[in-house]
């Protein structure tokens, strides 16, 4: 294990993501557009994410959300590529396509440009697909593009790993 340089002896959770979806046997896949796989980087920095990291897609544009992910044009025409839906479409589209247990799929505004006053920039949308249910969280994060990117990264898979510590506690699980 590596030592959390902020708190030596400590796992970093990234590292408690990939124990625990080992311990589980459960695996993971991404479909990132704002951060540009820089997710699926963090994942396989760990040694043995081969065991649980599914793959990754980065999914930039609307025609590749569609014809690989499969999100729907009216939700991309309805709502934007920013939205709650393109995200839960995106995170049920790379569970689909990899047959992972986990789909996590993030999409957002990280500028400089891009923003309107009803999607500024810093609006992230993240969402996990699993078996009978999904999570999707509206965040605005602050900051200029590699640090609305970086907390997309962290706050994503500290939400791999709460439902992960959240989800292992539920009997019959």
């Known amino acids: 294990m ?6 030596p002896g400590l796992e970093l959770p990234v590292e408690a993501v990939g124990r625990l979806l080992k311990e589980s046997g459960l695996s993971i896949s991404v479909a990132e557009s704002c951060t540009g796989g820089l997710i699926a980087a963090r994942l396989t ?71 309107t006053p009803a999607k500024p920039r810093g609006l992230v949308y993240i969402s996990l697909a699993y078996d009978d249910g999904i999570i999707c969280r509206e965040y605005r994060f602050p900051g200029e593009r590699a640090a609305v990117r970086q907390s997309t990264v962290n706050t994503a898979i500290n939400l791999v790993k709460q439902f992960l510590l959240t989800r292992l506690q539920e009997p019959g699980f």
């Open 45 to 115: 920095d760990v040694p043995g994410s081969s065991e649980y990291f599914t793959g990754g897609v980065v999914a930039y544009s609307n025609a590749l959300k569609k014809s690989l992910l499969g999100v729907p044009p009216s939700i991309l025409n309805l709502y934007g590529a920013v939205s709650e839906e393109t995200a839960v479409a995106m995170a049920r589209g790379i569970r689909e396509l990899t047959g992972s247990h986990l789909g996590l799929a993030v999409t957002g505004i990280a500028g400089p440009g891009g923003g």
């Open 2 to 7: 590596k030592k959390n340089p902020a708190c």
